[in-house]
């Protein structure tokens, strides 16, 4: 299987797969753990729940509504823990840790309500968690839980299969990807993993879902014969665990709460598709932790997987783009405006180095001269500057308008970045006029509005032919996603190759 590996890295490096996805990730790990219940293996319960206190992580634990309330050695570090620091999160786990799914909605409903009422009892928490008694999950699962103001639900991958989108949900589905032990195929002895299983599982879960989530349960920290638990520590399997929080952090992975996870700041994560083949091998058991972990560092070090911060902009969704060009002539396609001139330079065409035809390419760029300046540009309809040179009154409502002192005949929208995204292509480019067909309309520009414009669908951005093949797009009129970026945020790629950096020039 290595060598299937190498080939498949070996054909990437030369070009034959060239796809790469983007992922928005958080970058960070949720630890859940299950079973918590009176008077069972309630020092390793508590050890484990400590040695999160101590490591100043946090965690996610499951109760058993019906059997928690009575061993004080249990319930009380609980409810100290709850409103202490690091966060220790409280999740329903059922009532009788039943399978959910032979249940009517009804009934899947009353036992979440009773579980809820009961640990809100014992603890003063209601939980707006819940992780599912063996995995057992369907959509009255999901109905009965959005009806108990549950917000977050957690099963396996299997059951509960992808997307698992990270914004604008009513329930986020939060599977776990990894654990730290389970029962082996027969059902008869619990199977410990190791630290480089857990932490592939963990990468894996990043490169596909954007986050990770790990189970935990008492078993996998109890001293054992066979299927005997007994209440004693195993101490190696919580220095094993230790461990495993250490590397997370020497790596910058975050260590959160199950609800966090959404909330986290996110980085933009690049990675060449065939990683997902090999990401589902792993899930598979068809490659080796070891040789999944190596082959993801060996694709970091080579630039292959790439991480950036998300911008902190607002995102412009489903947005009609068309196609325009430095130089592009009058006619029926532009409303008969001609593009020799952009709205900070009265002779574009001169100052970017011709014509960048769409007709007349060298893959990117265009045939025949070297441009000046950054072949990835985009319009879009709003221009700082009113039609007699002096600055507009509303140039306020620019994100940036106080992050300096601007010149009097400077720009503060030329030049800037901005992130195109199409499906798993993403392409950056700079801002370098006003267009399609508005140059006033602020409040989509700068806000949440739809664009004002009603031609060519409403097209609200205009882009260059260098980004518009790069996402692949339809000729004519195509739909994208789009939001400003620092440039500190910009991952390399073609776009930086020339860099656009002059200002307004509206005579020479």
Request: charged share 20%; net charge negative; glycine share 4%.
């Amino acid at each position: 299987m290595l060598k299937t590996l190498i080939a498949i890295f070996l054909l990437s490096l030369v070009g034959f797969v060239t796809p790469t996805y983007a992922i928005e990730s958080c970058n960070c790990v949720a630890f859940r753990l299950d079973d918590i219940q009176d008077y069972w293996l309630d020092d390793v319960q508590t050890k484990i729940i400590n040695t999160f206190q101590e490591k100043n992580a946090s965690l996610t634990i499951g109760i058993i509504a019906n059997y928690f309330g009575l061993d004080n050695k249990i319930v009380d570090l609980v409810k100290q823990r709850v409103h202490g620091s690091p966060l220790l999160e409280i999740a329903n786990h059922g009532w009788n840790h039943e399978h959910f799914a032979t249940f009517t909605e009804n009934g899947q409903w009353w036992l979440l309500h009773q579980a809820n009422q009961k640990i809100l009892n014992v603890t003063g928490i209601m939980p707006d968690v819940f992780i599912t008694p063996y995995d057992s999950i369907n959509n009255d699962t999901f109905q009965a839980a959005r009806e108990n103001n549950l917000k977050f639900i957690s099963a396996n991958e299997t059951s509960d299969p992808p997307p698992y989108p990270l914004e604008n949900a009513s329930l986020f589905r939060l599977p776990y990807v990894g654990a730290l032990g389970d029962l082996n195929k027969n059902a008869t002895d619990w199977i410990n993993y190791d630290q480089t299983h857990v932490h592939s599982e963990i990468l894996r879960g990043l490169l596909q879902y954007g986050y990770a989530v790990v189970v935990l349960h008492p078993q996998d920290f109890s001293m054992k014969h066979r299927f005997n638990y007994t209440n004693t520590v195993n101490s190696t399997r919580i220095d094993e665990l230790s461990s495993i929080m250490d590397q997370l952090r020497s790596e910058n992975i975050k260590i959160v709460t199950m609800s966090e996870i959404p909330n986290q700041s996110k980085l933009y994560v690049k990675y060449p598709s065939w990683l997902d083949i090999v990401s589902h091998w792993d899930f598979k058991g068809n490659v080796s932790s070891a040789e999944f972990t190596n082959l993801v560092d060996f694709l970091k070090d080579q630039k292959l997987v790439t991480t950036s911060l998300v911008s902190s902009y607002p995102v412009h969704k489903n947005i009609s783009a068309t196609y325009f060009w430095v130089g592009e002539p009058a006619s029926a396609d532009n409303d008969y405006i001609n593009n020799l001139a952009s709205a900070w330079d009265s002779q574009w065409v001169q100052d970017f180095g011709g014509v960048d035809d769409p007709t007349k390419r060298d893959a990117l760029m265009p045939l025949g001269f070297h441009p000046h300046e950054n072949p990835f540009y985009v319009a879009l309809p709003y221009d700082d500057f009113a039609d007699n040179g002096t600055r507009k009154p509303d140039v306020n409502a620019t994100y940036w308008y106080h992050e300096k002192n601007w010149q009097e005949n400077e720009s503060m929208v030329k030049n800037t970045w901005v992130m195109i995204t199409k499906g798993d292509k993403t392409a950056y480019a700079q801002w370098e006029d006003a267009g399609p067909f508005q140059s006033d309309d602020l409040g989509y520009v700068f806000g949440s509005a739809t664009p004002q414009n009603t031609i060519n669908k409403n097209a609200g951005i205009d882009l260059s032919p260098a980004t518009w093949d790069y996402l692949g797009l339809e000729k004519g009129i195509d739909q994208v996603s789009w939001q400003f970026v620092n440039y500190a945020n910009v991952p390399d790629g073609p776009w930086k190759n020339i860099v656009t950096v002059s200002q307004v020039n509206w005579s020479h």
